[in-house]
């Protein structure tokens, strides 16, 4: 078959499909067809059986370091002789475990539900079809409709599957979930279509998930399951991989670097140990000792943690994440590229003004109601076939039926709380040679009328009256030609334009008339009143999210399957482009006509994207990330699945968006509201900043005692001619899990800054450590081992008997936590200082250091932890000489940053001058 097969002639294409009109195929070749073509289904996603899941979560570099530490502790408990040193070792093992398993069971819990994507196209497919098979009509399941069989549709049905239409009848469907069309699509069996039309063009068509609004037809099969447009889109999702976002980059990066210094380390510590002829095995386990305590043990929980809490914040403001990362990915986003229809409108037609001869009625602010405005709401009431609320299926809730524009009438006429009762005597139908349709009514004083609605240019032509300030007029060629020219205005803007006609009729006369079913006679000699322009309006708050987004440096674009002329009346109206600057806009066929460079080049700077099929999406989200752009896509549409699916983060619609979006999407906007994703993209920049701030925290507190470790065994090495610990690896561990990790938790629900909307997206490719907060770490390092490993020898040479080995290692245990302590406090930001308003800005970081500070407190005066920990009871002199010792770090740091803010505004001056 033909790829153009919508642009055969009907014989040429029944011929080739070996079937007539007149009988259909016959039941035993359907059911070779079926042996040959397969059911009219989609193919099945392959799951990912939930143990696979599980095991997915330990390829995190982090993990996998704490995975080595965690036999490597177990390997040194086993064959450690020291009972002390084996509890250790387990303790330090038991911790690892508890971690690694909490973060993979977390990660396993968000991502449990697997891809359903295909499984939510499948409920989007026709239950049952009715067939012409055999000379007769039969109703069957819609999985076993195969290529070249005649089936019949009407008002409601869903089709079954692409075919070519034979036959149609005021036929018009709803391809909005397809193609991204607004408005019903007229279709017309006799419609010529040339080769490389778009989808949305092919008048003659019909496509599988599609849904009849009005009218009914006949369509011969020509494509079934996954070879059906529907089926495209299915096989898109299931050959799209699933890629990893900035975050994960950032953080495999991280990891990386992490195991080759906690190696680096370990090597070095061993070497300089042999070299100074210490036993061997006691420096391996020294040396391993070291490097596990390199590792930020509670990273990996933290960084779950923080972006579970993001997740839970986000759902409170309307915004459901599907993919835990994708929480950060938001604050990196560069460009929005939203479909038009349902996200930023409401996908709902509205009557947004009415025409009359005399004046135009802005309906939000509408004047009292006029005699012309009397007969509009009168006609678009009568003369409808649409109802309002109506039960659908026998379930609780109420949905509305028939054509969006007589919808968008019967909602107009609710507004103003305009009732009529009219009796219809007669009706001829719409189709879409005539372009109107007419109603015979009789209204509750037996008067009758004709009211008939339809396309302006037509009803104006048909018209030979007029009616203005109260009166009939005769309609002349200059008056038909003014009444046009308002009517181009509103359409040129983007309107659907729907004129409005009346007459009264004598009612014997009208009896002959409808008798007889003579249309011109029904039809002629009607009064012009006038029209109203109906148009899908933007969402409210649109605008100014747009404006927002704009602000914070990220571009948003427009990219939907309707008309251009639509597409930018409301991308001007929302403030996305100016409708004068068609450099701002493109449309799909263009697309077609242009090379990769033209193209790579267009996607930087158009802005509107019309009349684009599926694939022209998929293309130009490759062309953004090509161009290093971290791409949000947002959509409600089966058409955008594949492109959320493709983008750095797809955001779908909860209320109007399909199964099929939701599925494919890493975020589902609960109120289909588009502003909401700026509250999003706050968070995620917040999520951000809060957690560079606790991974240079960690990592600064994770160096700081890699330098005592590091040089506290060199000096005893030298001093007392053997390794000495300074802190023991349960301590290192107690440090990391749980006076560190409290105000690293904290720190990840700092407010946001005053700025995060304003400045620009980071660079995508920038790393979690800069070589700022490289410096900071090596910096911090070093102010934390010289007062925590003074304190230590001060202690271990003191001649007082009570100082201890343990006594020494206790205060200096203690001077480290506090040195911590503070450096949670004045991290938080580089250019304030500790002592300003920035003190206050987090009360849950206040808690979370007093907590830290009263747990260590507990080991170190109940007896009962003091073995597990070899820690003393300090005296209130000890405290005393460790608050003087972490006060020359709160002045060190406040030197800093007053220095730090004021080479900060040096670059400001001379960037101004």
Known sequence: MSQHWYAEKRSSLLNQLGVTTEVGLSNKEAEQRQEKYGYNELEKAKKRHPIFLFFEQFKDPLVIILLVALVISITIGLFSTDEHQKLEYFIDAFAITAIVLFNAFFGFIQEYKAEKSIEALKSMAAPYSTVFREGKKQRIEAQLLVPGDIILIEEGD???????????????????????????????????????????????????????????????????????????????????????????????????????????????????????????????????????????????????????????????????????????????????????????????????????????????????????????????LACNNAQLAVSHHGENSEVDIGDPTEIALLRLTEGFDFKRDYERLYEVPFDSISKRMSVVVRNEEGKIFVFTKGAPDVLIELCTHFFSKGEIKPLDDEMRMNLEIADQKFARRGYRMLGMAYKSVDPEKAKIEVLSEDVEEIEGRLIYVGAVAIMDPPRKGTRDAIKTCKTAGIRPVMITGDHLKTAIAVASEIGLVSSQDSAQYMEGKDLDNIDDKEFSLAVMDVNVFARVSPEHKLKLISALKANDQIVAMTGDGVNDAPALKRADIGVAMGIAGTDVSKEASDMVLADDDFSTIVGAILEGRTIYDNMRKFILYLLSCNAGEIAVMFFGILLTSFLFNTPILPLLAIQILWVNLVTDGLPALAMGVDPPDPDVMIRKPRNPNEPILTRKSVLFIIYSGIIIAIGTLFLFFLYMYSPNPKHTETYARTVAFTMLIMFQMIMALNIRKEEHSLLGKEFFRNPYLLLAISSSILLHILILYIPFFQPFFDTAALELVDWVVIIIIGSFLVIVDEIRTFLAHRVSRLKQLAGYW
């Not at 079954?160 to 069309?181: F, M, Q, V």
């Not at 408005?183 to 009849?212: H, L």
């Open 158 to 380: 869903k089709i079954p599957a692409d075919g070519r239409l034979l036959e149609s009848h005021s036929l018009r469907i709803d391809e909005s979930a397809l193609t991204g069309e607004s408005f019903p699509v007229a279709k017309e069996a006799m419609s010529n279509i040339q080769p490389y039309t778009a989808i949305a063009d092919r008048r003659n068509c019909v496509f599988s998930g599609t849904s009849v609004t009005r009218g009914r037809g006949q369509a011969v099969i020509v494509m079934t399951g996954m070879r059906t447009e529907f089926g495209k889109i299915a096989k898109g999702l299931l050959e799209e991989e699933t890629e990893v976002t900035p975050l994960q980059k950032r953080l495999a990066t991280l990891g990386k670097w992490i195991g080759i210094a906690s190696l680096t380390i370990c090597t070095a510590i061993f070497s300089i140990g042999v070299l100074l002829e210490q036993e061997v095995i006691e420096m391996f386990i020294v040396a391993v000792g070291l490097a596990v305590a390199a590792v930020p043990e509670g990273l990996p929980a933290v960084v779950t943690l923080a972006l579970a809490l993001g997740v839970q914040r986000m759902s409170q403001k309307n915004a459901i994440i599907r993919r835990l990362p994708s929480v950060e990915t938001l604050g990196s986003t560069t460009v929005i590229c939203s479909d038009k229809t349902g996200t930023l409108t409401e996908n709902k037609m509205t009557v947004r003004q009415m025409l009359t001869v005399d004046s135009d009625y802005l309906v939000s602010k509408a004047k009292p109601i006029d005699e012309a405005v009397d007969l509009i709401l009168s006609i678009g």
